[in-house]
């Protein structure tokens, strides 16, 4: 009788591949890594890199969107210099400085008061967060044109709000050269204050409630706890509200343009809206590529100093 083969069993060691495997059967950790990160660095090429490094190249030239089939020439510095001797471009930059100020200055201190007021949470406090929360929940464009027709000297309500409390009658809220940089500064106000109560709010929520009772140990007064427990340990949050919102005001564009447009005048021109005047009206897209770089250092180098501000805040 012949022997029958007996069956062996090939048992593969530790970092030896096994003959006969189908190629293409698993992926390694570094291609499926690969595969997951290839499609957001695409995208962040595409809708980042290349928009930045394309708008960096056109500054430099005398290109014409509305004449793409014009030679374009390489002018150096030339737009920079133009730019920087402009003094309509610095009249934007003190409108939107002015803006800047006013806007971030009411947001804090209205929303530092509706925080310490939520913190108390009293019995409805869960209903009035949502309510308060409601204007950041609105897209820019449309808060502006509700404002719009708010502001309406004809059929307004403005004008029957301040009437009743005796005010000077019918006046043109956007139309007048000194009330139209409040009435942005008042609507961004009303829309963005929410979110600086949130993020106030959150700091306050993160202090630990042993400082207060040991401050109430030694029979702290209220102003000192708030001085000396409450602001320092909420500053963080506060640099931070400030860094999000100045970000967010310097770039500010779609509820200003549906406001106002930059009007009467150029009280209300703001940098965002002379750099759309400059590379959708007038069509000099090397110009306001050049403005465009300059609002991104000069945004860039806010952020940077801020940052560092806020790091030695940190390290107290």
């Not at 803006?99 to 929303?111: M, P, R, V, W, Y």
């Not at 310490?116 to 409601?134: D, E, G, K, P, V």
């Not at 600086?196 to 109430?216: H, K, Q, T």
């Not at 930059?262 to 009206?281: D, Q």
Request: glycine share 6%; net charge positive; hydrophobic share 50%.
């Amino acid at each position: 009788m012949s022997a029958l083969p007996l069956a062996t069993t090939v048992r593969a060691e530790p970092g030896i591949a096994v003959r006969g495997r189908v190629p293409g059967q698993g992926l390694s950790d570094r291609a499926l890594a690969w595969l997951f990160v290839g499609p957001t660095i695409l995208l962040l090429l595409a809708f980042n890199i290349f928009p930045l490094v394309w708008t960096i190249w056109l500054s430099f030239t005398n290109f014409r969107a509305n004449r793409p089939g014009a030679d374009v020439l390489w002018v150096g510095i030339g737009n920079y210099s133009r730019v920087l001797n402009d003094e309509s471009i610095w009249e934007n930059m003190r409108a939107t400085a002015h803006f800047l100020t006013c806007s971030i200055t009411l947001q804090l201190l209205i929303g530092f008061g509706l925080a310490l007021m939520l913190n108390r949470r009293f019995r409805t406090h869960s209903f009035w967060s949502t309510a308060i929360l409601l204007p950041m929940m609105l897209a820019p464009a449309v808060v502006g044109t509700f404002w719009k027709y708010f502001f309406e000297p004809q059929y307004g309500i403005f004008n029957y709000i301040v009437n009743f409390f005796g005010g000077p009658g019918t006046f043109t809220m956007l139309g007048d050269t000194r009330l139209s940089p409040w009435a942005i500064v008042l609507v961004d106000t009303w829309m963005w204050t929410p979110y600086v109560m949130l993020l106030l709010l959150a700091g306050l929520r993160s202090i630990p409630s042993y400082l207060y009772e040991a401050a109430e140990i030694d029979r702290a007064s209220e102003w000192t706890k708030f001085w000396r427990i409450t602001l320092p340990m909420v500053m963080p949050f506060i640099i931070l509200a400030v860094l999000f919102r100045v970000i967010e005001n310097f770039k500010m564009f779609d509820l200003v343009d549906q406001l106002t447009n930059g009007g009467p005048g150029s009280v209300t021109e703001l940098a965002s809206i002379k750099l759309k005047r400059e590379a959708f009206e007038k069509w000099r897209t090397g110009y306001s590529s050049a403005l465009a770089i300059i609002l991104f250092v000069a945004i860039y180098g806010l952020s940077l100093v801020t940052v560092r501000f806020l790091d030695r805040v940190k390290q107290r």
